[in-house]
């Protein structure tokens, strides 16, 4: 009895060292609730324009602290400019006309200015309670679709909802019903 005891012993340690040598998945950094590692972040990193000496130094517009500079990149400018576009149509400068209606009903009940910052704090927040079990933590095991689980919408009964309000869904593929008849 206790040959097979120890047998048993013997084979579940050889399970657990062969498991430890198996090679994981690296899963995309940006799924994790928190950065792992001590290093730059890559996102941070932006390449600046070459800095060019003006013709002029008076036609140099005055420093703004927090504004834009010369040399920062304009990504989006220069993706309109390199398909013929017109890049100062990129600026806005308020509410567009066309879409003064769309705004002001999306805030007939009023809006909060500074809720940009309370969602922060309050998703801070849901996401230290919602890190993960201690040996998830531990082994750095991607958490965020468990801690949004509960937010998460469920597609498929969606789509059914829709449908049997007899809303019409052009871009969802077909029921099952529908299907079966096409067959």
């Known amino acids: 009895m206790q040959a097979a005891f120890s047998k048993l012993g013997i084979a579940f340690a050889a399970v657990l060292l062969l498991s430890a040598c198996g090679g994981r998945d690296k899963e ?8 792992s590692g001590s290093g730059p972040d890559e996102f941070a990193i932006l390449p600046t324009k070459p800095l060019q ?10 420093p703004t602290p927090g504004g834009a500079n010369l040399t920062d990149p304009t990504p989006e400018a220069d993706a309109a400019v390199a398909l013929g576009g017109n890049p100062a149509r990129l600026k806005t400068n308020g509410i567009p006309a066309g879409d003064g209606a769309l705004v002001n009903y999306a805030g007939r009940f009023g ?16 996401r ?4 993960g079990r201690l040996l998830e933590r531990l082994f750095n095991v991607n958490v ?3 801690a949004y689980a509960p937010m998460s919408l469920d597609q498929e009964a969606e789509l ?3 449908r049997k309000l007899g809303i019409r869904t052009p871009a969802a593929p077909p029921s099952a019903d529908a299907q079966l008849l096409s067959k």
């Open 160 to 162: 059914e909802r829709w």
């Open 28 to 35: 995309p950094v940006l799924m994790h609730l928190r950065a």
């Open 144 to 146: 965020y679709f468990k």
């Open 128 to 131: 230290r309670k919602n890190d």
């Open 53 to 62: 000496m003006p013709d002029d130094l008076a036609a140099l517009p005055e």
């Open 111 to 126: 809006s909060d200015a500074a809720i940009r910052t309370q969602l922060s704090s309050e998703d801070l927040e849901y």
